[in-house]
């Protein structure tokens, strides 16, 4: 397994691949690995012959105020993981390679941006695109596996796939959880030890709201409330939002019907964490 800083260097790399017909599979990360981007990480690599992924803590998907420079970063711990996983790059740019300094044109999706957790995190979504966009252009992809505990990001990033014509097949992984059904998160480490007691509360309250589906219940602001009151029972829990919508569009909806998820973002303390579940 190699490590590649350079954008030249990798797009070399990829060239002799693909001109030997093998298949490049990539999965993008910010690191501090966890089983969550391993078992995605196991998916591409079990889907093509080439596996790349990259490690890059993107700032232009933080906010001015948000954990940029904490965010928790271990490049040997990650370096370990992805070489036992079976990585063949992890293409680890520094923040001058990815963005010059006249750096001005992003991508952004205009409907999906600003909902769910984009309508506290303004321009995290349109951070997001942008980079995703240029790795893309980098790596050249044949596909790229994103996992479904950012559900937003992961329906964004298919919008803008169908939309700019990428030619990349977009692959989602299901949620890791801790034992006690906490979402693995690089984030989790944030938390206190008051504040990891609560937060498996999270995943209760989808739990507990996808049986009442499951049993008949259609009503999304009955549903709604169940975890709002749920979530709202342990001390500690702030609710940034509750919503349940639909799979295309993010539209909110009234009566539950399939492909409906319900998706959280709760605050313990500092830490912001995000869950989301199909009801159905
Ligand atoms: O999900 C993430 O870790 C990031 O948002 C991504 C997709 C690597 C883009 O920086």
Known sequence: MDIIKTIPEIRSILRKHRRADET??????????????????????????????????????????????????DLEHDARLAEERGVDYIFHPDVDEMYSPNFSTYVKNLELSNLLCGATRDNHFRGVTTIVSKLFNIINPDLAVFGQKDHQQAIIIKRMVEDLNFPVEIVLGDIIREADGLAKSSRNTYLNGREREQAPIIYQALKEAKKMVEEGERSAGKVKKYIRDKIDSVELSEIEYVEIVEDTMLGSVDKISRGNFAAVAVWFGDTRLIDNIILL
């Open 24 to 73: 490049i599979g990539f999965v993008p990360t910010m690191g501090y690995f966890h089983e969550g981007h391993l078992s995605l990480m196991d998916i591409a690599r079990e889907k093509s012959d080439i596996l790349v992924i990259s490690i890059f803590v993107n700032p232009t998907q933080f906010g001015p105020d948000e954990d940029l420079e904490r965010y928790p970063r």
